[in-house]
C-alpha cells in the first residue's frame, strides 16, 4: 500500500506549481527528456495504448520552424523556451497493441473503427500530455501547455513522415522564471464543481 505524498511533494507537483510564460537561461539536456518519458509512460491509457508520439523541440531551426506556426505571442514563447514538446497522437495506436496489450485480441476493437481509435488517441494522448507536465514538476522543471497554433501545419511540418499521427497540444518546458507568470488564477473549493451521487 502506498503512502501519501508529502506536503513538500505535492506543493511541487500541484499547489505551487504553475504555467511558465518564461523561462530562466538554464539548459535542459537530452537525459532530462528521457527521464520526463520514463515516468511519463508509466501513467494509465486505455489498453496500454499509448497513443502518444512526442516531437521534442531543442534547435534554433526546428523552434523557428514552430514558432512561425503559432500565434505571435506563443511564438515568442517557443524561440525562448529551452526546450517545446509537441505532444501528438498516432491515430493508428492500435498497430502496437499486440505488443502493448497481449492480453486480448485489443488490435481488433479500433482497425475497424476510426471513430472510436480517433476518440481513443485523443484523449489518452491528452492524459499522457498531463502525465507529462508531472512527470516534468517531479524532475525540478516547469511547463507552459498551450494551443494558439495551426495543428495542420504542424502536422506537415513535424509528422510529414509519420502520416496517421496528429498533433494535440504543445507545451514549453525549462527552468520557469516567476518574472513571467500572473497572480495564481480562481481554484474554486470541491461544492462548486463537484457532487457526490
Given at each position: 500500500?502506498?503512502?501519501?505524498?508529502?506536503?513538500?511533494?505535492?506543493d511541487?507537483?500541484?499547489?505551487?506549481?504553475?504555467?511558465?510564460?518564461?523561462?530562466?537561461?538554464?539548459?535542459?539536456?537530452?537525459?532530462?527528456?528521457?527521464?520526463?518519458?520514463?515516468?511519463?509512460?508509466?501513467?494509465?491509457?486505455?489498453?496500454?495504448?499509448l497513443?502518444?508520439?512526442?516531437?521534442?523541440?531543442?534547435?534554433d531551426?526546428?523552434?523557428?520552424?514552430?514558432?512561425?506556426?503559432?500565434?505571435?505571442?506563443?511564438?515568442?514563447?517557443?524561440?525562448?523556451?529551452p526546450?517545446?514538446?509537441?505532444?501528438?497522437?498516432?491515430?493508428?495506436?492500435?498497430?502496437?497493441?499486440?505488443?502493448?496489450?497481449?492480453?486480448?485480441?485489443?488490435?481488433?476493437?479500433?482497425?475497424?473503427?476510426?471513430?472510436?481509435?480517433?476518440?481513443?488517441?485523443?484523449?489518452?494522448?491528452?492524459?499522457?500530455?498531463?502525465?507529462?507536465?508531472?512527470?516534468?514538476?517531479?524532475?525540478?522543471?516547469?511547463?507552459?501547455?498551450?494551443?494558439?497554433?495551426?495543428?495542420?501545419?504542424?502536422?506537415?511540418?513535424?509528422?510529414?513522415d509519420?502520416?496517421?499521427?496528429?498533433?494535440?497540444?504543445?507545451?514549453?518546458?525549462?527552468?520557469?522564471?516567476?518574472?513571467?507568470?500572473?497572480?495564481?488564477?480562481?481554484?474554486?473549493?470541491?461544492?462548486?464543481?463537484?457532487?457526490?451521487?
Amino acid at each position: 500500500m502506498s503512502e501519501p505524498l508529502s506536503n513538500e511533494a505535492l506543493d511541487q507537483l500541484f499547489r505551487t506549481a504553475r504555467t511558465y510564460n518564461g523561462y530562466v537561461d538554464k539548459p535542459v539536456s537530452e537525459e532530462q527528456l528521457h527521464a520526463i518519458w520514463d515516468l511519463m509512460k508509466y501513467g494509465p491509457t486505455s489498453a496500454n495504448c499509448l497513443p502518444a508520439r512526442i516531437v521534442w523541440v531543442t534547435s534554433d531551426g526546428a523552434k523557428e520552424k514552430l514558432a512561425a506556426l503559432a500565434l505571435p505571442a506563443n511564438g515568442d514563447k517557443i524561440r525562448k523556451a529551452p526546450v517545446t514538446a509537441i505532444i501528438g497522437m498516432d491515430l493508428e495506436f492500435y498497430e502496437n497493441l499486440p505488443e502493448l496489450f497481449p492480453h486480448a485480441d485489443a488490435k481488433s476493437w479500433f482497425d475497424s473503427n476510426a471513430e472510436l481509435a480517433h476518440a481513443t488517441a485523443f484523449r489518452n494522448s491528452s492524459l499522457q500530455g498531463a502525465y507529462f507536465i508531472l512527470a516534468a514538476r517531479a524532475l525540478g522543471l516547469d511547463t507552459g501547455p498551450m494551443s494558439g497554433f495551426s495543428n495542420e501545419a504542424v502536422d506537415a511540418a513535424f509528422f510529414a513522415d509519420q502520416p496517421a499521427v496528429r498533433s494535440n497540444f504543445i507545451s514549453t518546458l525549462g527552468y520557469g522564471d516567476p518574472a513571467t507568470i500572473f497572480d495564481r488564477s480562481p481554484r474554486p473549493g470541491f461544492d462548486r464543481f463537484n457532487r457526490i451521487a
